[in-house]
């Protein structure tokens, strides 16, 4: 009976967390008016409406450059500048384009790696609405000095308001919250390491040396 009394309170706690989820991403769009940062940088998925999204960003002045993120190998600057209606000057000078990342982990990395090669700190964030959460966690893990500010994107596909009433929205909903988890579950204990490694390293007599 306690076993049964505890599952159930531990799936309690996970259907709350689930529900809680889904309202942060219902509340993300429409993402408000970023301030302006050093650089903006979008995570390229199924639908092109991120990409025009942060090239907007760009052509508002948002940031200086613009990264977009896991770009397919196959895809040429021409055939991408294609989809972001871009001016030609603008996306020429100020769009930078990673074919390196080829997920959310990497995509981290690859924003991280770009980010500080310009010593940029503060930067836009551009994704999907169910996206953005996992996204500023991988990118929090990948540069912890960087100040970042979400700019969501609609997925068309996804009713935020009602996605369990369809099993693609709750199919979609429910899987990325448990990726999101299985990240928040990484860091916190990547963050109990480094804190016990720092313990460590100042209780030792070489440190007071």
Known sequence: MKSLAA?????LI??????AFAERVQRSTPADEPPQGDGVVVLTGASDERIVA???????????????SGVNREVTRGELRAVTRAPARLYDCCVDLGFEAADTIGNAQEIAAWAR?????????????????????EIRGAMPEAQLVPYAVR???LDTRRWWRSATGARRMT????????????EAVLSLGDGNS????EASPAATA
């Open 7 to 11: 599952v159930a309170i531990v799936a």
């Open 14 to 19: 996970w259907l709350a967390g689930l529900l």
């Open 54 to 68: 942060a090239m907007h960003l760009l052509e508002q002045g948002k940031g200086r450059r613009l990264l977009v």
């Open 117 to 137: 090669a310009k010593n940029f700190t503060d930067l836009v964030v551009v994704t999907s609405d169910y996206h953005m959460p996992r996204s500023l966690l």
């Open 155 to 157: 997925t068309p596909s």
């Open 175 to 186: 899987v990325e919250y448990c990726k999101y988890l299985v990240v928040l579950v990484r």
């Open 198 to 201: 720092k313990t460590q390293a």
